[in-house]
T-cell receptor
């Protein structure tokens, strides 16, 4: 069965610190996709990144970076030099193997950035 | 800008009084989803439309229904809201098809439903 685990329920750091959000997944599929979404207090889920199972290259987008390691079934998300606006709940999700358009969601990590 | 729009943003209804939430999209995506999200939880998929085909999740209560009259619009009907149905309802869209697997979903801002 597929599963996504975000073990960190809540993380609190001071502004400008680096922070890493962990995501561990389980799947038997050889082809799958992983996603990260941000949900600020306003409630809207904002897509951040999609990564397919054949592309283990790490990605950097400004202060955001993602580390995908199939060997440990992890897809971790790092924010460098955090800012107050980064405060949100972050969800990691995995595409279902039996259909190409449904997601299995992690429980989310609430990130609090203190000024 | 292409987007997913949900109306209203906040909805208050009375216990047992039917309510309809609406979603529209300008992305021309063929798949539309309805999620329920309760406080401090991940979104829970209620159902989705793949084009005109309706797909209900096995654990979605019969109290929840949906309509998709055309590509752009999708409605969520709650026939007899209970106190436990108070939640954020999120609409999402994606573009799916042969050779276009595992695309990201784009979400609307959500409708927060209060049941009195």
């Amino acid at each position: 069965a597929q599963k996504v685990t975000q073990a960190q329920t809540e993380i609190s750091v001071v502004e400008k610190e680096d922070v890493t959000l962990d995501c561990v997944y389980e799947t038997r599929d050889t082809t799958y996709y992983l996603f990260w979404y941000k949900q600020p207090p306003s409630g809207e889920l904002v897509f951040l990144i999609r990564r397919n199972s054949f592309d283990e290259q790490n990605e950097i987008s400004g202060r955001y970076s993602w580390n995908f390691q199939k060997s440990t079934s992890s897809f971790n998300f790092t924010i460098t030099a955090s800012q107050v606006v980064d405060s949100a709940v972050y969800f990691c999700a995995l595409s279902k193997g039996d259909s190409n358009y449904q997601l299995i969601w992690g429980a989310g990590t609430k990130l609090i950035i203190k000024p | 800008d292409a987007m997913v729009i949900q109306n209203p943003r906040y909805q208050v209804t009375q216990f047992g009084k039917p309510v309809t939430l609406s979603c529209s999209q300008t992305l021309n995506h063929n798949v539309m989803y309805w999620y329920q999200q309760k406080s401090s939880q991940a979104p829970k998929l209620l159902f989705h439309y793949y084009d005109k085909d309706f797909n209900n999740e096995a654990d979605t209560p019969d109290n929840f229904q949906s309509r998709r009259p055309n590509t752009s619009f999708c409605f969520l009907d709650i026939r007899s809201p209970g106190l436990g149905d108070a939640a954020m309802y999120l609409c999402a869209t994606s573009r799916e098809g042969a050779g276009l697997a595992y695309n990201e979903q784009f979400f609307g801002p959500g409708t927060r439903l209060t049941v009195l």
